[in-house]
């Protein structure tokens, strides 16, 4: 099956998808495939929302708390897209898979 080939193919960049800014070698190296390129475009977005939480936890206080737990949940999101993508899946992350599918690359 062709579907199948192509996860193969694309399974080890899924996975560095989710590793930091590793996001962006799916999508500069395997555009041509979907698996890949789906799980390149949530990595992407988990990463963005790392930077920005960042700089919102250099505000004291309130932006500590913020930062803190939004590292935390998109670490947690990217241990979930890991093993999704080792496994696979297409699975789509809530809000994350929807600003992923408004980026055209």
Known sequence: MAEDKEIQEGKIFAVIAY??????????????NKFA????????????GEVIF????????L???????????CGIFSIIG????????????PVVADLADKINI
Do not use: D, R
């Open 82 to 93: 890991i093993v999704q993508a080792l496994t696979g899946n297409y699975w789509k992350m």
């Open 63 to 73: 932006g500590w708390l913020i930062g803190f737990l939004g590292i935390v949940i």
């Open 54 to 61: 960042s700089f919102v936890g250099i505000i004291p206080i």
């Open 37 to 48: 390129l789906f799980h390149g475009k949530q990595g992407l977005v988990l990463f963005l």
């Open 19 to 32: 590793i930091g800014i590793l996001c962006l070698l799916p999508l500069l190296l395997k555009k041509e």
